[in-house]
């Protein structure tokens, strides 16, 4: 049985590790902080320079000025600090995010990410999309495994305008897990959702991996 978004959220979270600095892009991403370990020390960033995202509120305590990158509205925690959007993609640029978590419309399988742009459709944009991918130390990007019409998105080359390339170190998707050594590496299947089998995630991808 595929797994759910919150599913593909909480194997993200378990690559989290204290003291980590983590930037969480929209969508899928997000629920990425609802899924954080107890007691475990992660600052949530965002490139609207926020630095220690609090939970989702409830409707009690929505605060409009409040947001994350995506506009949605947040809390802020007993640590949480505000920064330029110049600084806080510095800290980006400058290699001190620890790890990002995406969301992509599709992956190659040489970690070539397409996230921002389908050509025709009205899409937000890059947003700070193109930053992170190069700046981040580590990238996971959480998607669906195809498209609405069945057409794989971890693919042997994007076909969509590049994010960037050779950047993608993880791939989480609805029926499997991918991860490389480094960035020169090939892809390996890690792990399948429940009920899900190597001979079913061949024939929906159309890249290239070993198992």
């Not at 947003?127 to 990238?139: K, Q, T």
Request: proline share 4%; hydrophobic share 45%; aromatic share 6%.
């Amino acid at each position: 049985m595929p797994w759910t978004r919150n599913d593909m959220a909480a194997r993200a979270a378990r690559e989290l590790r204290d003291g980590f600095y983590v930037n969480l892009g929209i969508g899928i991403p997000t629920l990425v902080a609802d899924n954080i370990p107890a007691g475990m020390d992660v600052t949530l960033q965002s490139e609207n320079g926020m630095l220690g995202l609090g939970p989702y509120p409830d409707a009690a305590h929505v605060d409009a000025d409040i947001i994350n990158a995506g506009k949605e509205t947040i809390t802020e925690l007993a640590g949480t600090s505000y920064v330029s959007s110049a600084d806080s993609f510095g800290m980006i640029r400058g290699g001190h995010i620890d790890l990002s978590v995406l969301g992509a419309m599709e992956v190659a399988e040489n970690g070539d990410i397409a996230n921002w742009m389908i050509p025709g459709k009205m899409v937000k944009g890059m947003g700070g999309a193109m930053d992170l991918v190069a700046g981040v130390r580590r990238i996971i990007v959480l998607m669906d495994h195809v498209s609405r019409d069945g057409t794989p998105k971890f693919r042997k080359s994007c076909t969509l305008p590049l994010t960037g390339s050779a950047v993608v170190d993880m791939l989480i998707t609805d029926l499997a897990v991918f991860a490389r050594a480094d960035r020169s590496a090939r892809f390996r299947l890690i792990e399948c959702a429940p009920g899900v089998d190597l001979d079913q995630v061949r024939a929906l991808t159309e890249a290239d991996f070993d198992a």
